[in-house]
């Protein structure tokens, strides 16, 4: 037998055990706080099914481009090897004004205000 048999046999057995000892061992009888639609010790004031504003996943989503915008300008002089520092913050700077604009047109158009 070759080591990957012997790999793909032993993780096989043990995620069949482990899966097998959590139906085994876990608690099939969930107490009212834990069927409750929070469980932060006090009763829900509303409904748990409202839907969320589209305006909440605008702002998520300008957070994560710019989150992901500076985990990519931070390795930006190492991957491009330019000769000249110069175009390098050229190309920076462009991408940052492109950036800037793409976030003062949302300001105004009014995609940033939590109520209308």
Sequence with gaps: IN???FMLILSTSLSIILTTLN???????PDSEKLSPY???FDPLGSARLPFSIRFF???ILFLL???EIA???PLP???QLQSPLSTLTWTSTILV????GLIYEWTQGGLEWAE
């Design 66 to 68: 710019f989150d992901l």
């Design 3 to 5: 080591m990957i048999s």
């Design 72 to 74: 990519l300008l931070l």
């Design 23 to 29: 139906f085994w061992l876990a608690q099939t009888n």
């Design 98 to 101: 492109l950036l800037t604009l």
């Design 39 to 41: 469980e932060c010790g």
């Design 58 to 60: 605008l702002i998520a």
């Design 78 to 80: 190492w991957v491009t």
